[in-house]
């Protein structure tokens, strides 16, 4: 009966292993999130990408982890433009030699790049690192996504570990619930506050 019990045992264990072991391996070397940014840790926000922004902004002005160092580009820029080197806008810069006022063409996908992502570092001052965030607006707008991308030493800010294939399990998970509490939580209140006084002057 103990042999039994001890093969039982050992096979549970063994089949937990392996499970765990696969689920380990496509997190960290496939990852979950479609596109550009497959290992990203997400969230939907139900508020809008603007509002996001300025309740990121507001915290920035009393939140130590809302401010990374100078040197370091708090919100970017979304890289929107002409993509100069596409057939279409080579033509175009081609005839404007002998037209110089012909209008520049219709924006459409195959000659205007559209960024979805707006990059923002935050900061965790207790380890020094720069947590690399972003958001990115639903096609419902009242809904945003603001993900976890990567952390990185502030004195090798290009040397980044991306979060979900970078960090063993235990590790992982503890990145996640910090950026959760520090960051994620901190965003929702700020949008209720915000609310909150908006009802309260109506």
Known sequence: MKK????YVFITLVAF????GCEEFFRRKIGGFAGSYPYVEY????ASEIEIIEAIKALNQNNINFKPPKNINFISERD????????????YLDKLQT??????PEKNYNNYHHDYWLHINLYYPDTKEIVRAWTRPNFDTTITTFAFHSLSRVNVPSDFRLINKDFWY????RQIRKFRRTFVEKIK???????AAHNKSQ
């Not at 039994?4 to 093969?7: A, P």
């Not at 929107?80 to 033509?91: A, D, I, Q, R, V």
């Open 4 to 7: 039994k019990v001890t093969l």
């Open 17 to 20: 292993l392996l499970f765990w």
């Open 43 to 46: 969230w939907e926000i139900n």
């Open 80 to 91: 929107t433009g002409y993509k100069w080197h596409s057939t279409e806008m080579l033509e």
């Open 99 to 104: 037209d110089s006022l012909k209008p520049l």
């Open 170 to 173: 235990i590790e992982n998970k």
């Open 189 to 195: 209140e700020q949008l209720e506050k915000k609310k």
